[in-house]
């Protein structure tokens, strides 16, 4: 993976965020339309949330150095986690504010501006995610994946809009126009309802790795490499431990010797190494494999 090529998409994400937080926050203060507002906003916690990424894609290129010895990847999960509670923290407040928006009677809004405002943010958004989603096929990058999402959030979000206002404008002409106000608190509602899925989609892989769960996936997948090393090769036993950090796998592995292996020299148990370390997988950089052989079993205790 390039990243170079992740830190400059992420770079063109954030300003273009920006920009759509910027347009929202104006057109919400001018139409009177709280869910606009709340659009806007989520575009400006996403801008700071997308800062944070590209500065931990700087951070993760940098080698390590005496203070962090495995490198930068545990901030990749820590930012997605901070990522993930504020979407959840904000789909509850325009939750609550949508239900006291119906309490209090509905919003009277200017539905011309903000229906221009959702038509040209579904295009742009949607454009956006499906280019980035393509760029990321070679990058295979989690944090562009992850970023991503806000994009596909914010698509929908202005998808909802366009189809309420467009609504409200309706029964607006057909005289409905006391139930045309409450159109605005109603979106509001169901955007922080949708808003959730994403939340938790990125908050639950993201607090599994700050926890150090180990993955489910790649423990069964050294086991079953070793299982099948320990019987061609006769090991005594082995002990594995799995963690991962972001893109980061860290696998530890300790092989036990019986008393009378045939060990000729140390270029023999390299080549053991080599040969576990193939099957376990093409290595990269993110891949951190420690492989070590004793005759005592104490030493994996």
């Known amino acids: 993976m390039s990243n170079r090529g992740e830190q400059s998409l992420l770079k063109q994400s954030t300003i273009l965020m920006f920009a759509v937080s910027i347009a929202g926050i104006v057109t919400g203060f001018v139409s009177g339309s709280q869910s606009i507002l709340f659009d806007g906003f989520f575009s400006l916690i996403a801008t700071f949330i997308k800062v944070l990424m590209l500065i931990t894609a700087k951070l993760i ?14 901030l990749e999960p820590m ?76 698509a929908m979000l202005s998808v909802g809009l366009l189809i309420s206002f467009l609504t409200a404008l309706l029964l607006k002409s057909q005289g409905y126009g006391e139930w045309a106000v409450y159109v605005d608190p109603l979106i509001l509602i169901v955007l922080a309802l949708t808003m959730l899925t994403p939340a938790f ?37 082995y002990v594995s431990y799995v963690q991962k950090h972001g893109r980061a796998r860290f696998i530890e592995i300790h092989v036990v010797l019986p008393a009378d292996y045939r060990l000729e020299n140390v270029g023999q148990l390299d080549a053991l190494r080599e040969e576990i370390s193939a099957k376990l997988g093409k290595p990269d950089a993110a891949r951190w494999l420690t492989i070590s052989f004793t005759g005592d079993k104490k030493w994996i205790a």
């Open 201 to 237: 989609k990125i908050l639950g892989p993201a607090l599994r790795d700050v926890l150090g769960i180990a993955p489910d996936t790649l423990n069964d997948h050294v086991r079953q490499v070793m299982d099948a090393a320990k019987a061609e090769h006769g090991f005594d036993d």
């Open 61 to 74: 290129a940098k080698q390590s150095n005496h203070r962090f010895q495995f490198g930068f990847w545990h």
């Open 79 to 154: 930012v997605l986690l901070i990522e993930g509670s504020f979407l959840l923290l904000i789909a509850i407040y325009a939750f609550l504010n949508g239900v006291f928006g119906i309490i209090d009677g509905g919003r009277d809004i200017e539905l011309g501006l903000v229906i221009i405002y959702a038509a040209v943010f579904t295009v742009v958004e949607f454009a956006y995610f499906f280019y980035v989603r393509r760029r990321n096929r070679k990058l295979k990058s989690s944090l562009i994946q992850f970023d991503n999402i806000s994009w596909l959030v914010d």
